[in-house]
């Protein structure tokens, strides 16, 4: 049984290599973990692509051998803070669990229904404002701060409330701004809609920055509910307490998100992307499915943003910011938008990268490096690092030469000719 | 004497769809060569093949006795293959002027840029009333004038046409194929894919049938299953 | 009122500029130059180099910021265009990319030059200033002018009558037929993004008369080419020089009336209530051809 036996080798091997980025912390401390777990992963990602060959694509169904990733993944969110729980990593975890929050709505935004849309910061900072706003009461405390200029009354008279309401109201506020910015993605096409987002978050660090009396001007909110219950604040107990809540929510969103990109709405919206009028033939209400998924995912971008609000217990204009938009957007793009093992591993690439050079002189160096790493990575890989196997059997497999002209569409008689063709076997795979 | 053109199993297509079966075919100098064939059969696929642009081909195609399966489209036309598509593939927005005049962009040809506008001109009578407008308003029949025009406007070695009839009316694709055939070739080849057999019948040194992506020698029938 | 006519041709002249270049550079090659901020910060940076190391002169400046620009358009088309050209996923991977680019070169720009505010020595004070009724028309503005007429002038020219600016032209409209006329797209690209980055280079030294140049000053030109050119409709250089003026316009209004924290908010709602009623722009009609 050779087959078997490759098998055997092959997990093997893959045992070995957890087992070596389990002990790496041991040896380079703690933040190392996140780093060394990053590189397991992604190497447990290539070998199921490679082995899986062309049977299902990586955009398509679940694949079959993929339940190995996600229970490895599973792992070790239970291992780290076993291993390696330091308040330090603890922390840095639960801002990776939002970011990866974020980013899964956003890749089902920009990867499944293909909508270029940059407003994920905007969504996620309007509901943390919301849910701060909710539990702070800046009219009294800035109105003598401010002296005259501010009111000393809270909009509309709400009254202040706990997190875990907050939250809540976060998402409510997530859905209504998600429906709104699914209102001109209606009309509007691919870079168009980019810019009236990068807009929308520009206009939301202007605003936010300008309104003294309400947000707190350029300081932001500070001082809003948090869900650690005061007596474990600070203490060993406490983060592990809200790196659990952190794990709480990233499944979530990935169960959501496992929900929409491979349910019927995922099929509808990968259709629409495409191709609009085959789908519109096909009898997709196109508008709807992108309504459905903005509703969806700006309401988890809500949760996460109250969520940051009740952990960070503040937010600023600074959220806002652009190299923000482009963190976020470097994590979901670099380990691959259109499958959610490329945004865990985007993401956990890049929050490594970005905390363990934290402290490198001179400061731009490593945002340079994620600015570098990023470019080789678009450059080289056509979908991401996770794409790197499909992209290396393809070209493998390609046995004539590719046009390099400029293929502008296919002469009209492709369409009658595929209609009769016997596919032959052993042709070139697909490029789409 | 080496054939201006010579394909040696030519296969070619578009994604996972194989479009030509292995195509042979040699076009010698001064020669005019057509394609019979009905619709969705590869005719358009093998011109496009020649100067890549199809997703993909293999075999070999020899231009004056040299491989040209590496060289990229823009190189060939600088070499003197010449296409005129289906669909024209003009730039809509510019004026006729500057269409012609872009036919003269490889190297050589640009500075005997007004002398070739003129002759295309003298061919086509109906472009020179019309070179400062934008080809965007031309009527069907203009814009085609104007395709070919531009493809006559460099020295071409091997012109590739590509149904110069389609989807015009019948007295004017006549003219237009009548003026194709009586061209003076100076040495080059003509190969023309055609699907209306009488526009090019007997003006024609050699004829082929492409069928489900093979070609073979016409036997002088009409098309069909 | 005569103030507002004053600031608004002046910052059409600049906003047309840099919006000619994004638009320019997506009609012909197709992908929106998202770096086209760092292009403008790094000209201005060069241009500033010229002035304090070279001269003052005021063709030796605009010269430096044109051609550090032109340098950073070459450059971008090796980074970028050159690689991808072709290849899958271009869309996303062009504005990753020049994101990519935008986000190193800022902080190489931070790393280098410091977050001070570099000013530039006022170029054209030897200019007159006069009066155009109630307004005071300063000789930056004039200079501003000018200098945008002089060189899009030349550019126009050289586009309308040279065999490059032929194949410019044709790309702009034509990838496949370009291709089989012999224009050569990656030499054609490395023409288009000089020209793109001449442009912002100039926008630059021009901006920089009035605001400093620090690592981030790109950010918002780079904003407001944007707009400016989806305004206009991606590809159309009349549309762009039509939609810099009613961008202009509207800013000019915003702050003779309102104040400078509404000019982003008018803006947007501006862009919102075009955009909705011609999803392609003012004269965006190439988009259908290159989509």
Not at chain 3, 232 to 241: C, D, F, I, P, Y
Request: charged residues 15%.
């Amino acid at each position: 049984m050779p087959k078997r036996s490759a098998d055997l080798v092959h997990y093997a091997v893959l045992a070995v290599v957890f087992l070596i980025a389990l002990a790496v912390p041991f040896v380079f401390g703690t933040l190392s973990i996140l780093g060394s777990m990053t590189v397991f992963l992604l190497l447990l990602s290539w070998s199921i692509s490679w082995r899986q060959g062309d049977k299902v694509s990586s955009d398509g169904k679940p694949d079959r051998s993929s339940w190995l990733f996600w229970a490895m993944a599973g792992v070790i969110a239970i291992v780290i803070p076993i291993i390696a729980g330091t308040p330090f990593l603890l922390a840095t975890m639960v801002a990776f669990f939002i970011y990866l929050t974020w980013n899964t709505m956003w890749g089902l935004v920009l990867g499944t229904a293909g909508l270029q849309s940059f407003a994920t910061v905007a969504v996620a900072g309007i509901a943390g404002y919301a849910a701060a706003y909710m539990t702070i009461d800046i009219a009294n405390s800035n109105a003598a701060a401010a002296g005259a200029e501010c009111s000393g009354n809270r909009l509309l008279g709400l009254p202040v409330v706990d997190w875990w309401l907050a939250i809540p109201i976060a998402a409510v506020v997530g859905l209504v701004v998600g429906f709104l910015i699914s209102l001109p993605a209606i009309r509007l096409r691919g870079i168009y809609f980019a810019l009236l987002t990068i807009g929308l978050v520009e206009l939301c660090r202007a605003y936010t920055g300008q309104d003294k009396c309400n947000l707190g001007g350029a300081q932001g909110l500070f001082g809003a509910s948090s869900f650690i219950p005061s007596e474990m604040m600070g203490s060993a107990t406490g983060y592990r307490y809200a790196y659990a809540a952190a794990v709480l929510l990233a499944i979530v969103t990935l169960l959501i998100y496992w929900k929409v990109n491979y349910g019927r709405l995922g099929l509808l919206l990968r259709t629409a992307r495409e191709s609009e009028p085959v789908a519109e033939v096909l009898g997709v209400d196109v508008v709807r499915a992108r309504m459905w998924v903005f509703l969806i995912s700006s309401s988890m971008l809500g949760v996460a943003g109250g969520f940051y609000v009740s952990y960070y217990k503040s937010i600023s204009p600074n959220f806002f910011n652009f190299s923000t938009v482009l963190l976020l957007f470097a994590m979901v793009v670099i380990g691959g938008l259109n499958s959610p093992r490329g945004i865990l591993i985007g993401t956990m690439l890049l929050m490594f990268v970005d905390r363990r050079f934290v402290d490198v002189s001179p400061p731009e160096a490593r945002f340079i490096f994620i600015g570098l790493l990023l470019l080789v990575v678009t450059l080289l890989a056509s979908g991401g690092l996770v794409s790197v196997p499909d992209q290396l059997r393809h070209r493998l497999m390609s046995k004539g030469k590719r046009g390099s002209g400029p293929s502008a569409g296919l002469p009209e008689e492709v369409g009658a000719i595929a209609q009769e063709a016997n596919m032959p076997p052993g042709s070139r795979p697909g490029t789409g | 004497m080496t054939p201006v053109l010579e394909i040696k199993g030519l296969e070619a297509g578009y994604g996972p769809l194989r479009v030509l079966h292995g195509i042979d075919l040699t076009v010698a100098e001064g020669e005019r060569v057509g394609i019979l064939g009905l619709n969705g059969h590869g005719k358009t696929t093998m011109l496009r093949a020649i100067v890549d642009l199809v997703d993909w081909r293999q075999g070999e195609i020899l231009y004056d006795g040299e491989s040209i399966m590496k060289a990229p489209t823009f190189a060939l036309a600088r070499r003197g293959v010449v296409l005129m598509p289906q669909g024209d593939a003009l730039f809509p927005g510019l004026s006729v002027k500057d269409n012609l005049d872009s036919g003269a962009y490889p190297g050589g040809s640009w500075r005997k840029r007004k002398e070739r506008r003129d002759y295309v001109c003298e061919i086509f009578p109906r472009l020179s009333e019309r070179l400062n407008q934008v080809v965007g308003t031309l009527s069907g029949g203009e814009r085609r004038m104007c395709s070919i025009g531009r493809g006559l406007m460099s020295e071409a070695r091997l012109y590739l046409v590509d149904e110069p009839s389609l989807g015009l009316g019948p007295g004017i694709a006549k003219g237009i194929c009548d003026t194709l055939m009586t061209l003076d070739l100076q040495g080059g080849a003509l190969l023309i894919a055609e699907q209306n057999r009488p526009l090019i019948d007997g003006k024609i040194d050699r004829a082929f049938r492409m069928h489900g992506g093979e070609l073979t020698p016409d036997t002088g029938e009409d098309g069909g299953h | 009122m005569t103030g507002v006519i004053v600031t608004t041709i002046n910052l059409t002249a600049i906003y047309a500029l840099v919006a000619l270049g994004i638009s320019l550079t997506w009609a012909g090659l197709g992908f929106l130059n998202m770096s086209a901020g760092v292009m403008y910060a790094g000209a201005a940076y060069g241009a500033w180099l010229v002035s304090t190391e070279i001269s003052t002169n005021v063709v030796v400046v605009l010269l430096g910021g044109i051609l550090t620009g032109i340098v950073f358009g070459a450059l971008v088309c090796l980074t970028v265009f050159l690689p991808l050209d072709g290849k899958p996923n271009w869309e996303i991977r062009t504005i990753t990319a020049t994101l990519a680019l935008s986000f190193v070169g800022v902080n190489i720009y931070q790393w280098k030059f410091g977050p001070q505010f570099k000013q530039f020595e006022p170029l054209f004070s030897w200019l007159p200033q006069f009066r155009l009724g109630d307004a005071l028309v300063k000789s930056t503005v004039t200079g501003t002018v000018i200098a945008t007429a002089v060189v899009v002038t030349i550019v126009l020219i050289y586009i309308g009558s040279s065999r490059i600016g032929l194949g410019v032209r044709a790309l702009t409209q034509s990838a496949e037929g370009a291709a089989l006329v012999g224009i050569n797209r990656r030499t054609a690209a490395f023409a288009i993004l000089g020209v793109s980055g001449a442009f912002v280079g100039l926008a630059a030294v021009l901006l920089g008369q009035t605001f400093f140049v620090e690592p981030n000053s790109g950010y918002v030109p780079l904003i407001k080419g944007l707009i400016v050119a989806l305004l206009g409709g991606l590809g159309s250089l009349r549309g762009a020089v039509i939609a810099a003026f009613m961008v202009a316009l509207c800013e000019a209004l915003t702050l003779q009336y309102f104040g400078g924290a509404w000019v982003l908010i008018t803006l947007f709602l501006l862009i919102s209530i075009v955009l909705i009623i011609r999803p392609r722009g003012v004269a965006g009609v190439l988009e259908t051809t290159r989509a």
